[in-house]
């Protein structure tokens, strides 16, 4: 005789057999680490403030105060980080900067990661000659020194903002081709894809559905990691005068103006610690979501 199971026991029991799924408990351990947290809420605040300060900001990034050269930081003229040696304000001009520094590190990252996707889950899953083709051609782009293929654009178009961020990531694409590549090789192994091609799936259907979502971790961890880069490969770019152009500027145009004015310590200080502070909080993000993800210790 079978004793009836009360409905609160029954849903405890059910909910003990089926678990946590994978996705709750990486959701878990990122909630839980502390320094992850903490870059994700300063990164935001960051952002927020880079994109709506200038609105309520009584300067504008590209006025010049003629009479109140290298100020420095002051709360009763309203010049808090000071003023360069052109009269302009410091706070005014490194929000415009942050501005410029987050853009190019979303926009170059997601070019990067449409790309590098695209081409390295098309490669590990097609294998053979066409895998051989394909990587070769991202071994021989290896080749070509990043600097020589920026400058290629910046003569070829310009130096257009937008460019900059495209060309930049479409020199970090590669990388990420690579780790797909590798990830979709051990994917196309397992039972659930050659379940679907007993289906009768088509190829690029077994991709979208069953290859790309079980991608989304190990590139979310390298998306987060690649930002740094890409901010710090257009900084790069300015510090060598082959970013944006004045008037407009960015945390490394600033970082390199203020090296050469030692005088002016504030000049370097402020756009440097801004920089820092940036790189660290997506840095925090990165290892967080990388512990989250880690299989090894689940």
Known sequence: MMMAVPGGTADLLSKAVKGRSLWDDSRRRLLANKAAIA?????????????????????????????????????????????????????ARILVGLQISLAVGFIATFVSLVIGVTW??????????????????????YAVPFIFFVILVTVVFGRQLFLIFLAIGAVEWMTMARIVRGQTLALK??????????????????????????????????????MPIVILQESFLSFIGLGVNEPLTSLGQLISAGQKEFAYPWLLFAPATVMVV?????????????????????
Not at 278 to 298: H, Q
């Open 278 to 298: 940036t790189l660290f909080s997506l840095n925090f993000i990165g290892d967080g979501l990388r512990d989250a993800f880690d299989p090894k210790d689940r």
């Open 120 to 141: 390295g889950a098309i490669a590990g899953f097609a294998g053979g000659r066409v895998d051989q083709y394909m990587m070769r051609f991202v071994d021989v782009l």
């Open 189 to 226: 192994q397992k039972e659930f894809v050659e379940a679907a091609r007993a289906a009768g799936v088509k190829p690029f259907g077994i991709i979208l559905r069953h290859i790309l979502p079980n991608l989304i971790g190990p590139v979310a961890v390298y998306v987060t990691l690649t």
């Open 39 to 91: 870059g994700a809420i300063v990164l935001t605040l960051m952002a927020v403030i880079a994109f709506i300060g200038p609105v309520f900001w009584p300067h504008a990034y590209d006025h010049q105060y003629q009479n109140q050269l290298s100020i420095a930081p002051t709360l009763e003229s309203m010049h808090w980080l000071g003023t360069d040696i052109y009269g302009r304000d410091m706070v």
